[in-house]
């Protein structure tokens, strides 16, 4: 159950990183909304951070939560922001994703 409460803070995660993308594109009160979503998004994310690390290793949930966090801004940075997809980018970005995969198969 913890597991599924760590990807949700790592969706999170990636939501405000999104809002702050979306903040630095826009002005005024369309600005202020992005960056309140940003600071709720953030404080939900750390508090689920928080629950699943009651029965998760530090280690292995902070590297699984920024790991899903730098693997979906990086995606929604491709499909939203239109940042370059490059061979290279798409290759780290695979091996980052096998890592979570492979930090999550092997904690207790």
Do not use: D, Q
């Not at 159950?1 to 979306?22: P, T």
């Not at 404080?43 to 280690?59: D, H, R, Y």
């Not at 290279?88 to 207790?108: C, Q």
């Amino acid at each position: 159950m913890n597991f599924i409460i760590l990807i949700i803070a790592g969706l999170l995660e990636v939501a405000f990183a999104s809002c702050l993308g979306k903040a630095r594109e826009t002005t005024g009160s369309t600005s202020a909304w992005w960056y309140t979503g940003f600071l709720i998004a953030l404080s939900v994310s750390m508090i689920l951070l928080m629950k699943a690390t009651k029965t998760i290793p530090i280690g292995t949930a902070y590297a699984v939560w920024t790991g899903i966090g730098a693997a979906g801004t990086v995606i929604m940075g491709i499909f939203f922001f239109k940042e370059p997809a490059t061979f290279w980018r798409i290759f780290f970005l695979t091996t980052l994703i096998g890592s979570i995969f492979g930090l999550k198969s092997m904690s207790h």
